[in-house]
């Protein structure tokens, strides 16, 4: 559970946490976020979380509230405080609090910022992906800058209440040309029946996923081929395999689509390999020092 949470400068205990009621984050979902991955304490790929956020903001014309070194050590701190060896961190960075208005408010506004971290039960994860999940497809009803990581997440929450409905356990959205873009809250990926990993090439209408970045790397280190091009939901169904990735579930086999199995229904082969051999290979941040790790043999 979480215990302790940053807010604006202050360790708070979980139940005093609050921020104001004009925060613009609040009102107008006018913030940015990331949810860094935290195993045996450290966290995962943070370089690229902080430079993916570091992004997010400028798109919004939101400064860095403090140096990237500063935030390190706020997320090292709540991870700490919260005594949290395998789960998640989040950062989250508003406008700002400001009279409730359409107009931004004026640029020396400070930034708000909220950090929190709490476990995730390596068990449960490793028995999901040991037997696979189900995915739904539905329309992608976002808005048409999905590669920034804001908290504008409605859609998504719809679209995972959705799947949970359907008895799935995550939803992937399809384009008005019928294509999937990705889940409501990770990449999609599918394996051809030849062999190829497929997954949708970076734009506007996709986030650019830190674990697909690391994943990527780790592909070309094995030796595998990739497709960064759109597929769509008829090719899914077709495929050898599927899975998604994201800072929680790092390689996650998807098993079903729509009802429809993929494969033989259980997770395929080069997911299972990639999640096996994933954590040696991404960037790990403790401490002051981030290293890399390399692939298993």
Known sequence: MTR??????????????????EDRGFQFADAVYEVIEVRS???????????????????LGMPMPMTEAALRIILHQTVR???????????????????????????????????????????????????????????????????????MLLPAVLAKQNARARGAKEAWLVDAEGFVT??????????????????????????????RAA???????????????????????????????????TVMPVVKIDGAMIGDGSPGPIAQRLRKIFHSAAATLGGSETQRGKPLS
Request: aromatic share 6%; proline share 5%; charged share 20%.
């Open 4 to 21: 302790v949470v940053y807010v604006n400068g202050r360790y708070l205990p979980y139940a005093k946490a609050t921020v104001h009621v």
């Open 41 to 59: 304490g450290a966290l995962i790929e943070a370089s690229r979380h902080l430079g993916r956020l570091v992004r997010s903001l400028g798109e």
């Open 81 to 151: 405080r919260n005594r949290v060896r395998d789960g998640m961190a989040y950062l989250q960075v508003t406008r700002g609090v400001a009279p409730r208005d359409f107009d931004m408010p004026a640029a020396s506004t400070p930034a708000g910022i909220v950090c929190l971290a709490r476990d995730i039960p390596k068990a449960f994860r490793e028995k999901q992906a040991e037997l696979g999940i189900a995915v739904v497809t539905v329309p992608d009803i976002r808005w048409g800058r999905c590669d920034i990581k804001t908290t």
């Open 182 to 211: 990705e889940a409501a809250s990770a990449n999609a990926w599918i394996v051809s029946q030849d062999g190829l990993l497929v997954t949708r090439a970076l734009s506007a209408t996709i986030l650019p996923g830190v674990t």
């Open 215 to 249: 994943l990527i790397d780790l592909v070309a280190a094995e030796g595998l081929v990739l497709q960064e091009r759109a597929f769509t939901p008829a090719e899914a169904a077709a495929a050898k395999e599927a899975f998604v990735t994201s800072a929680t579930s």
